[in-house]
């Protein structure tokens, strides 16, 4: 498994690895990979703790749940691979960091790893989901999983942006530390919530101006 995510999570995630949750958990994905499609592939799971070092995370966008069509999911939230078509809540992304960065054009390619790769963690509550079946893997696990990694993240590093978008993301504020983190909160991007706040919330801008005040480097967003 380790050469599934990067070695700086080894000292986070191997005691988590360890608990009865846990095993429970990977009992339960394994079964439903013999028996179902799941999504992403296995050695996309921790795709999100690969490419992002755990000493290098500035920011933290927390998503819900993995894609559940064909070739979307490939382990970090809001984000699809290249050549898959871009999904309404990440054209909506796309739409608000037009507006928010100067100079900022809207790619055709949906693949955040650009992001993930300068510090930004794509983090989903949920890591695996039965093909088309939204939430199927829910409540097996997985949220206890991601909320020890938001805490032990808040606890163990300084400084951190955590987006949160849509009320299920903002129920983890209780996890984080805000005295000593930035919290960003709004509405869902997806087509239903948008224009209640999402546009115009100018996360992106804010994150790299609370970065820069805390002498780190700003990510560059543009993809």
Not at 96 to 105: C, M, S
Not at 196 to 218: D, V
Request: hydrophobic content about 40%; charged content about 20%; glycine content about 6%.
């Amino acid at each position: 498994m380790a050469e599934r995510y990067h070695s700086s999570w080894d000292p986070i995630l191997q005691p988590l690895f360890k608990q009865e949750f846990m095993r429970r958990l990977s009992g339960f994905v394994q079964l439903e990979r013999k028996h179902s499609l799941v999504f992403p592939p296995e050695e996309l799971v921790f795709n999100a703790f690969k490419l992002t070092p755990f000493e290098a995370i500035k920011v933290v966008i927390l998503g819900q749940d993995p894609y559940h069509n064909d070739g979307q999911a490939h382990g970090l939230s809001f984000s699809v691979p290249d050549g898959i078509g871009l999904p309404p809540s990440l054209r909506n992304i796309y739409a608000e960091l037009t507006t928010d960065i100067a100079g900022f054009r809207a790619p055709a390619s949906g693949n955040l790893s650009s992001w993930a790769k300068q510090g930004v963690l794509l983090l989903n509550a949920t890591l695996t989901v039965r093909a088309h079946q939204a939430a199927s893997h829910q409540k097996q696990g997985w949220e206890e999983f991601t909320d020890q990694i938001i805490h032990l993240i808040s606890q163990k590093l300084d400084h951190v942006v955590f987006i949160l978008w849509g009320s299920y993301a903002q129920k983890k504020t209780v996890l984080i530390d805000t005295k000593k983190h930035l919290v960003l909160k709004a509405v869902h991007p997806s087509p239903l919530s948008v224009y209640r706040g999402f546009f115009g919330c100018r996360h992106f801008s804010q994150a790299n101006t609370y970065l820069e005040a805390h002498a780190k480097q700003p990510i560059d967003w543009q993809l």
